[in-house]
């Protein structure tokens, strides 16, 4: 099929997300997310809830893509949806509705890794935002996970730090928890910062050699501080939320600009892309801006709507995976941990 033509259906099922997309010649015509509000009160994703969620949504999101699209079913060139990682129960439900559109349509499968759709998140056709050039780090900063990623082609990354724990959107969430915030708390600490001072209260950072990221002792760190606090007088959080919330934001931003640093000291790239659900976080997109300024970076920061888990990302990696012919068969199987 000629390269201008070429129509992707993209399906997500990760977490708790259910999202489909369609791409037309890596352009994005819709892309649609059905948010699960079941897990609120659980304070965090159950995963048995998520995957029969999916099951409901999962079809009527599709058909929604395909509708705002304005296009036929017969017209796709392909299907891709997210192979792993994320929660089993939910990756099924994405790959057995992908396999069974792939095999009535006779139209290729296209099996995408997740953190590596949130890197080629930035080559999605979007006016106003410019695309990075190769080589370039990429930094992916989510709840379930914290990877600076040398990038060198779209389909060759190779992971030069980590965390060797909690990922820094579960860190937020976290500590938003031992505040009294409610879930997903990450936002809410971002939000609050904005009006509160992030020299008020001091965390130290995790001493980690190398590139990596540790963000469990924090955590602690702030459950005692809080702990501590609260004994001495009730209502010490409700009396400094704000500052407390702009010191949390303030100590793990920093923890994320030193590796960075690091990392460009490293490897001599100074062309810095940042992607996943944390990537929408106010303060780190600021600390981008004045470290292009500062060292003379150039940062890529994707479209809000293309942070979160979303269906368009999956879309243009299964859309560079078409010009290059890579296509799967419906032996594929899910991966709930799958490296990039």
Known sequence: MAENSVYI????????DTAAAILHNGKVLSNVVARQQVHEEYGGVVPELASRAHQQNIVPVADVAL????????????IAFTQ?????????????????????LQIPLI?????????????????????????????????????????????DMEVIGETTDDAVGEAFDKSAKIL??????????????????????????????GLNFSFSGLKTQILYFVQKSVESDASFVENHLH???????YTIINILMDKLKMAVNQTGINRVAIGGGVSAN???????????????????????????????????????????????????TSKARFAL
């Open 9 to 16: 259906l993209a399906i997500e099922s990760s977490c708790d």
């Open 67 to 78: 509708k705002k699209a304005g296009i036929q079913k017969k017209q796709l060139s392909a």
């Open 84 to 104: 792993g990682p994320g929660l089993m129960g939910s990756l099924l439900v994405g790959s057995s509705f992908a396999k069974s559109v792939a095999q009535a």
């Open 111 to 155: 099996a995408v890794n997740h953190m590596q759709a949130h890197i080629l998140a930035h080559f999605i056709e979007e006016e106003g935002f410019e695309k990075p050039e190769f080589p370039f780090l990429a930094m992916t900063i989510s709840g379930g996970h914290t990877q600076i990623v040398k990038v060198s082609s779209y389909f």
């Open 180 to 209: 009294g915030l409610p879930y997903p708390g990450g936002p809410l600490i971002d939000k609050y910062a904005h009006e509160g001072n992030p020299k008020a209260y001091t965390f130290t950072k995790p001493q980690v050699p």
């Open 243 to 249: 500052d407390i919330c702009a010191s949390i934001q």
């Open 282 to 332: 106010s303060g780190i997109r600021k600390a981008l801006k004045e470290a292009e300024k500062k060292y003379g970076w150039k940062t890529f920061v994707p479209k809000f709507e293309y942070t979160t888990d979303n269906a368009a990302m999956i879309g243009i990696v299964g859309h560079h995976k078409y010009l290059l012919q890579q296509f799967d068969d419906a032996t594929i």
